[in-house]
Structures are given as structure tokens and as C-alpha cells.
């Protein structure tokens, strides 16, 4: 993990008030979902970056992102950083500034702004069906298109493009994979894989294991209630007869964690698995030409 941290701090320390999680910009604050945050949680700082909100268009709708980049450079290999439900909070930008720390230029957009305020929602029921729910996956392809176009104008080489992702980002990581021939690696954390389809969503990941465009790395928990290991292992059975991207593909899936063991300002996060799967990740990417 990044150097820049601070783990283990008691929580008066890192003064977790309510009050401090009001959001004022894309990757500032904590979603109300989630009140309140860990102890654990990581704080990298942004010493060397350029980070902070960034409009990008897509047609005439402008879209916020958080973007976080070392200062000053260009030619960045680009990481595409697809957010959990709760949308682009504070756990989401740290993820950026972790990549941006290791020379990427790191981009999270906010996709479900269309819909709602993710950040508002204190029920997961209610942000699920009034937010998330309503999100067609065409329009997310079609806003992480306007995101790659983004980073190619804004010091990006997207001839280097990583795409990474959790939970309902995981899930996403697998589609934009397969929709966009520019992707070099994915790496999809507990994302679904396998469902019944629906108008907004007319396709899985597993339905997709014929067009992924470069091989994605799956990182999962044995643990987890809503992927359960036989669906990672129905997973594995598509790709193998899939194509030479879906070959290619692999995963890695941590005994005894949960869903969400990335997720350090969570009662959920399993250190150990955490930092395995972020070593695996951005070995993954330099293994894959995005670097």
C-alpha cells in the first residue's frame, strides 16, 4: 500500500464527526449510508498531486469527476476508478490519489449524478431503487467513453487505460471491458457476475466472456453473501471457454472475507485481503501495459 497513510489512529484523532462528512465536492465526505466511518480508515495525502473536481462533457450534460495526477506531468497512464453505490465520496478519491502516488492519472467519475445524490441516501434500501436502480449501464458505458476522451485532451495516455472497480464499479469493470477496444487490464472487486436481465441492465458479465477486450482480474471474498463462491466458480467455467482475453483473465478469491474487504472506512475491511489485492492490482496493470 501507499506510504502515505494513516492506520490504526484512535478515532478521535481523525475527528469523524457527522459534520465532517458533509460533502461539498466529488470526493469529499462519506456517504450518509455509511455513518459512521472506521477508525481505519486510510488518508493519503496529496503532496506532489494535482487532485480535485473536474467537468467533463458528455454531449451537453457535465459530468463531475475526481481526478488525481502527479503534478506537472503528462503522458500518464490512465485508471478509470468506478466508484461503490455510494458515488465518488472520500474512500473513492483516496483510491485516485493511491494510483496518482504511483505515476497514473487516476479518474472516478460521478455516475450516478443523473439519477440522485448518492452521498444523501442514509437507507441502502431506498438509494438502491430511487438512485442506483434507474442507472441504464448504455449510459455509463457512454459516460466512461466521455471520461477516456477526458483523459486523452487532459495529460493522458490512453493508449495505457486500466480500468478498476467496486462492488457495483466491479460489476462495470467487466462491461466497459468489454465495450471499449482501448482497455488494456481490468481489475473488478466483488463485482456481480452472473443475474437475470432487466431493461436497464440487458446484460452480466458472464454473458459478456466472448468480448472482453483484455483480461480482467476478479478479487473476491469466500465470505461474501451476494457473490457467493459457487457464482466465482460459474465465472471461472465461462471464461475458460470464452476468448483469448477471457483466457487470460483470473481471480483470486480471499478466505474469510466478506463483500466490501476493501473498503477501509467499513466495518467490512480485512486488511490482509486488502492489501494482497491492491499489490495484485497494480501488478496486474503493469503486467497488462498500463504503466
Avoid at 457535465?62 to 465518488?88: C, N, Q, T
Avoid at 473513492?92 to 445524490?117: H, S
Avoid at 495529460?155 to 464499479?169: A, P, V
Avoid at 443475474?195 to 461474501?224: F, H, M, Q
Wanted: hydrophobic share 45%.
Amino acid at each position: 500500500m501507499p506510504t502515505t497513510t494513516e492506520l490504526d489512529r484512535p478515532t478521535d484523532k481523525l475527528d469523524l464527526s457527522r459534520r465532517d462528512f458533509v460533502r461539498t465536492a466529488v470526493g469529499t465526505g462519506f456517504a450518509a449510508a455509511v455513518l459512521p466511518v472506521g477508525a481505519q480508515t486510510i488518508k493519503t495525502d496529496s503532496s506532489g498531486l494535482t487532485v480535485g473536481e473536474v467537468t467533463i462533457m458528455v454531449g451537453d450534460f457535465k459530468m463531475p469527476a475526481y481526478r488525481a495526477a502527479p503534478a506537472g506531468k503528462k503522458d500518464l497512464p490512465v485508471v478509470l476508478v468506478i466508484s461503490e453505490i455510494f458515488g465518488v465520496h472520500e474512500h473513492i478519491a483516496d483510491v485516485a490519489r493511491r494510483f496518482a502516488k504511483l505515476g497514473y492519472l487516476a479518474i472516478a467519475p460521478e455516475l450516478f449524478v443523473r439519477q440522485g445524490d448518492a452521498q444523501s441516501y442514509g437507507e441502502i434500501s431506498k438509494l438502491l431503487s430511487e438512485v442506483v436502480g434507474k442507472v441504464p449501464d448504455v449510459q455509463v458505458m457512454g459516460d466512461l467513453d466521455a471520461t477516456v476522451a477526458w483523459a486523452k485532451a487532459n495529460g493522458g495516455d490512453t493508449g495505457k487505460l486500466g480500468i478498476t472497480g467496486f462492488c457495483w464499479g466491479g460489476r462495470i469493470t467487466w462491461l466497459y471491458t468489454a465495450h471499449n477496444p482501448a482497455i488494456k487490464a481490468g481489475v473488478a472487486w466483488y463485482g456481480q457476475l452472473i443475474g437475470a436481465p432487466t431493461a436497464l441492465k440487458p446484460t452480466n458479465p458472464i454473458d459478456l466472456v466472448g468480448k472482453l477486450n483484455a483480461p480482467v482480474l476478479g478479487l473476491y471474498g469466500a465470505e461474501d453473501q451476494g457473490i457467493p463462491v459457487a457464482a466465482v466458480d460459474q465465472m471461472k467455467a465461462a471464461l475458460a471457454a470464452g476468448n483469448a482475453s477471457a483466457k487470460a483473465s483470473q481471480f483470486v478469491v480471499y478466505p474469510g472475507a466478506p463483500h466490501a474487504f476493501h473498503a477501509d472506512y467499513r466495518p467490512s475491511y480485512k486488511r490482509d485481503a486488502a492489501e494482497d489485492g491492491w499489490k495484485r492490482c497494480v501488478a496486474w496493470f503493469k503486467a497488462n501495459g498500463v504503466a
